[in-house]
C-alpha cells in the first residue's frame, strides 16, 4: 500500500508540482489548501507524512503543526515544513520533524521526503530555553490573532443584528405601505362584482371574479406578512373572548371549499357534538387554522383527500388537519414553523407562498397556550391518508389561567 502525503499548501502550482514529484515515487499525495482544511484532513486520512507550508491563509504552518502535534494519533506523524519565510528554529520548537527551503530542489526533493518516510529526523540546535522562548513567542502571536478574530466576530455580529433590525422595519413598512392602498381597491372591487355601481355583461364579471381572486391572494400575503412582523417584534396581540371551536373549525374548511373544488380534492372529516366552548382569539385562531389548511390543499394532489378531525380530550381539543401528500422530513419538522421556510423556495418552485403561514399558525396556537406538531398520516373519518398531519391542541376553558397569554 502505497504510503499517503498530506500537502498543505495555498499555492495551486506548487501543489500541482509536489503531487507530480511525489507520484514517481508512487507516493498518494492530499492536497489542502489552507490551514484549516489541512488540520481537518490530517485528522480524518492520518497521513504517513505531512508537508506544511508556513504562510498559510486562515491557521499558519506554525499553528497548524502545533495543533496537529495536541493529537496523539499524529504524535509521531513527520512534519515537514516548507517555506520560503519561514524560520527553521520556530518550525522545530512547535514541532516540525523537518525543515525545507522554498524554492524546493526538484532534483533532489522526492529523496528528501522518502528519507523522512523512512524515519530521519533533523536535529535542533536549540537550548531548551530557547525553544521556550519560541514557543512563548508563538503562543502570543496565537493570543493576538484570536482577539483579532474575536473583534471581527463581535463587529459581524452587531452588523447581522443591525441588518436583522431594517429587514423587520422594512416588511413593516412595506406591509403597511401596500395594505394602505389595498383597501380602497378591495372595497371599489367588491362593489363592482356586487353590481353596485350598475350591471355588469358576462364577460366583465368573469374578469372581476378574476381580479377579485388575485386581490384576495394579495392580501393574505400582506397579512401574513404583517403578522409575521408582529411576531418577530412580539407586538402580536390577541383579544380574548368566549367562542365555540368546533365553529371556527368548520369555517376553516369551508372557506377552502373553492380552493378544493379546483384541484378536485373531497374534504373528510370527523367532529363531535357541539359546542366545544374555549375561550381566547377566534379570529385569529380561525386564520391559524386556514393556514394549516391551505398546506394540506397546497400539498395534496389532485382528486385526493383532505382530512380534518377534531376530538375532546381530558383537558384539551385535538385538531388533526392531514393530506394525501408526500409528507414532511422527519429532520424538517421543526423547520417548517421557522418564518420564510420553505421545502423548495427557488423561483421556479411547484408551489406558491412565501413560508410564512405555518410559522404564524404556530405563534398563535401558541398564543392560545396550544401547540402543534407534525406526524406522518392519519385516520380520518375512516378514510386513511398518507401525507402529513399536523396536531393542534387547544386547551379547553379550564385550562387557562385567570391572565390569558399574549403573544
Known amino acids: 500500500m502505497a504510503s499517503r502525503v498530506l500537502h498543505i ?100 526533493f522526492s529523496a528528501q521526503v522518502m528519507q523522512y518516510l523512512g524515519g530521519f529526523r533533523e536535529r535542533t540546535t536549540s537550548t531548551v530555553d530557547a525553544t521556550e522562548a519560541v514557543l512563548r513567542t508563538q503562543g502570543g502571536r496565537i493570543v493576538a490573532r484570536l482577539e483579532a478574530k474575536v473583534e471581527e466576530l463581535e463587529r459581524m455580529n452587531a452588523r447581522l443584528r443591525e441588518l436583522d433590525r431594517l429587514r423587520t422595519e422594512f416588511y413593516r413598512n412595506m406591509s403597511h405601505e401596500l395594505a394602505t392602498p389595498m383597501t380602497p381597491i378591495v372595497g371599489y372591487l367588491r362593489m363592482l362584482v356586487d353590481e353596485e355601481l350598475g350591471p355588469l355583461e358576462k364577460p366583465q364579471k368573469k374578469a372581476l371574479r ?52 379546483d384541484k378536485r380534492l373531497r374534504l373528510v372529516d370527523e367532529y363531535p357534538r357541539g359546542p366545544l366552548a374555549t375561550f381566547g382569539d377566534p379570529d385569529r385562531l380561525q386564520r391559524a387554522l386556514l393556514q394549516v389548511l391551505e398546506n394540506a390543499v397546497k400539498f395534496t394532489a389532485e382528486s385526493s383527500l383532505v382530512g380534518v378531525c377534531v376530538r375532546a380530550l381530558g383537558d384539551a381539543y385535538e385538531i388533526t388537519i392531514a393530506d394525501d401528500g408526500l409528507g414532511v422530513d422527519p429532520a424538517k419538522h421543526d423547520q417548517v414553523f421557522e418564518p420564510f421556510v420553505q421545502g423548495d423556495g427557488s423561483a421556479t418552485r411547484t408551489h406558491g407562498g412565501v413560508g410564512v403561514g405555518l410559522a404564524i399558525a404556530k405563534k398563535v396556537i401558541e398564543g392560545h397556550g396550544g401547540s402543534i406538531r407534525i406526524a406522518r398520516g392519519a385516520v380520518v373519518g375512516g378514510e386513511t391518508l398518507s401525507g402529513a398531519a399536523f396536531v393542534v391542541l387547544v386547551p379547553k376553558t379550564a385550562a387557562f389561567a385567570t391572565r390569558p397569554p399574549h403573544g
Not at 506544511?52 to 509521531?76: C, S
Not at 394579495?218 to 367562542?243: P, Q, S
Request: glycine residues 6%.
Open 210 to 261: 378574476a381580479m377579485d381572486d388575485c386581490v384576495r391572494r394579495l392580501r393574505t400575503t400582506l397579512d401574513n406578512l404583517i403578522d409575521v412582523t408582529a411576531i418577530e417584534t412580539g407586538r402580536m396581540r390577541l383579544h380574548h373572548r368566549d367562542f365555540d371551536l368546533l365553529e371556527v373549525v368548520k369555517r376553516s374548511a369551508a372557506s377552502l371549499q373553492d380552493a378544493m373544488n
Open 9 to 108: 499548501e495555498d499555492d495551486p502550482s506548487n501543489r500541482l508540482l509536489v503531487r507530480k514529484l511525489l507520484a514517481v515515487e508512487g507516493l498518494e499525495v492530499i492536497d489542502a489548501a489552507d490551514g484549516l482544511e489541512g488540520v481537518r484532513l490530517a485528522l480524518s486520512e492520518l497521513p504517513d507524512l505531512i508537508l506544511v507550508d508556513i504562510n498559510l491563509p486562515g491557521l499558519d504552518g506554525y499553528e497548524v503543526t502545533l495543533r496537529l502535534r495536541a493529537e496523539p494519533v499524529l504524535k509521531e506523524t513527520p512534519i515537514i515544513a516548507i517555506t520560503a519565510e519561514g524560520d527553521r528554529d520556530t518550525s522545530m520548537a512547535v514541532g516540525c520533524t523537518g525543515f525545507l527551503q522554498k524554492p524546493i530542489d526538484a532534483r533532489k
